[in-house]
C-alpha cells in the first residue's frame, strides 16, 4: 500500500441540496474532490439556487436521469429527512448499479438500516451509513456551507455487509472536506446521539412551547436574557427534520427523556423543600462536567449563532 494514491472520486450526486447536501456537495466542490457535483432536487427554484451559488456543478428533479450513466469509483449521498430515505433508497434500488457507493447523513442509523434491508432485502455492500455531527438550526440550500464539516466528527457505521471500497471511498469524501472520521456500531451510534443530540432538542422544543403556550403572559419572551437564547437556539430548527428524528429513534429517546425527567423531578422537589446542599451539589456537579466537555472539544465544537 505504501505510497498508493486514493483514486479521485468520480462523480458526486447529492440527492437533498440543503444544509447538509448543500455543505457536501459545495465542499467536495471547491476542494475538488470528485470530477462533478450534481445535485437532485425537488423543484426548479431549489434546482436554479443550488446551481446559481455555485453548490452544485447542475441539477435535475430526478434521479433517474443521472443514476443510469453512473458507475464504479461515483458516489450518491442522501441527505433527506430521516424517514425520507426509505423512499430515495426504493428509487435508487431499480436504477443504480451495485457499483455506485451510497451513503447518507441522517441523524438515526438504525432505522435507517430497517428501511435498506426492507428496500433490498439485505444491507448492500454499496451502502455505507454515516452522519456528520456539524449542523445548526438552519436549513434549505441557502445554508449551504463548504467549510461546516471542517475539524467536525463524522460517524460511519459500518456493518459486516458493508464493502471495503465503499467504505474507504465515503472515508474519503468526508476526509477531503477535512472532518475527522471515527467507526460506530449503529446501536452506539443511536443510544448515544439520542442523549445528547435529540434528547437536547425535544427539552427546547418543550420549553419554548412551555413558555409560549402554557405561560399565562403574552410578553414573556420580552424579558428573557441571553441564557434563554443559548438554551434554545435549536428550537428554531426544522420540525419535519425532528419530527423524523423522534419517531425513528424513539425507543433511545424515550429511555432518555425518563432519565432526564426522574432528574428533574428531584430538581424539582430539592427546590421545593428548599434543599440547599442537593442545589449545590447538583449545581457544582453539572458546571464540573460541562467545564470538563468544553475543555475536552475544540473551539470548533462549539456550535455557532
Ligand atoms: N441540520 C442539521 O444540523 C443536521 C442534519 N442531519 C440530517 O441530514 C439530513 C438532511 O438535513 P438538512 O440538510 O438539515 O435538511 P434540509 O431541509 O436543509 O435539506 C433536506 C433537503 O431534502 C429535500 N427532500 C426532502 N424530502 C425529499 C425526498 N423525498 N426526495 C428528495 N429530496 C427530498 C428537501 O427539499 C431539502 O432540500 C436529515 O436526515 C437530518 O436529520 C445530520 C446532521 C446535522
Ligand atoms: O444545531 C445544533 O447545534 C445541532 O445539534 C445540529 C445537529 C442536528 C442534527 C444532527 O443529527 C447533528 C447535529
Known amino acids: 500500500m505504501a505510497g498508493k494514491q486514493a483514486e479521485a472520486i468520480g462523480k458526486l450526486v447529492v440527492i437533498g441540496v440543503g444544509l447538509i447536501g448543500g455543505s457536501v456537495a459545495c465542499g467536495a466542490r471547491q476542494r475538488r474532490l470528485c470530477q ?35 458507475g464504479e469509483g461515483d458516489l450518491v449521498m442522501v441527505a433527506v429527512p430521516t424517514l425520507a430515505v426509505e423512499e430515495v433508497l426504493r428509487q435508487l434500488q431499480v436504477c443504480l448499479s451495485s457499483e455506485v457507493t451510497v451513503t447518507d447523513g ?8 430497517e428501511a435498506a434491508r426492507r428496500v433490498y432485502g439485505l444491507l448492500p455492500a454499496q451502502l455505507v451509513l454515516g452522519h456528520p455531527i456539524a449542523g445548526s438550526e438552519k436549513s434549505g440550500v441557502s445554508a449551504a456551507n463548504p467549510n461546516l464539516y471542517v475539524d467536525h466528527r463524522v460517524i460511519l457505521t459500518p456493518t459486516a455487509e458493508t464493502g471495503a471500497g465503499h467504505l474507504a471511498r465515503v472515508r474519503q469524501l468526508w476526509q477531503g472536506l477535512e472532518a475527522e472520521v471515527v467507526d460506530m456500531p449503529i446501536a452506539e451510534h443511536d443510544d448515544v446521539l439520542g442523549a445528547t443530540s435529540h434528547l437536547p432538542h425535544a427539552i427546547a422544543y418543550s420549553l419554548v412551547d412551555t413558555l409560549a403556550h402554557d405561560i399565562d403572559n403574552p410578553n414573556i419572551f420580552r424579558y428573557a436574557a441571553g441564557g434563554f437564547r443559548d438554551f434554545t437556539r435549536i428550537a428554531s430548527s ?8 423522534m419517531k425513528a429513534n424513539r425507543h433511545a429517546v424515550v429511555h432518555s427523556l425518563d432519565q432526564f425527567m426522574d432528574n428533574l423531578t428531584r430538581l424539582r422537589a430539592a427546590i421545593e423543600r428548599s434543599d440547599g446542599d442537593y442545589l449545590l451539589q447538583m449545581f457544582t456537579r453539572a458546571k464540573t462536567a460541562r467545564d470538563c466537555y468544553t475543555r475536552l472539544s475544540s473551539p470548533n465544537d462549539e456550535t455557532p449563532e
Request: aromatic fraction near 2%; include cysteine.
Open 36 to 70: 462533478e457535483t450534481i445535485g437532485v432536487v425537488r423543484d426548479a427554484e431549489t434546482a436554479r439556487l443550488a446551481v446559481e451559488a455555485g453548490v452544485v456543478d447542475r441539477a435535475c428533479l430526478n434521479i433517474e436521469e443521472v443514476a443510469p450513466k453512473l
Open 106 to 113: 441522517a441523524s438515526v442509523k438504525g432505522s435507517v438500516a
Open 238 to 245: 426544522d420540525p419535519v427534520m425532528w419530527h423524523d428524528i
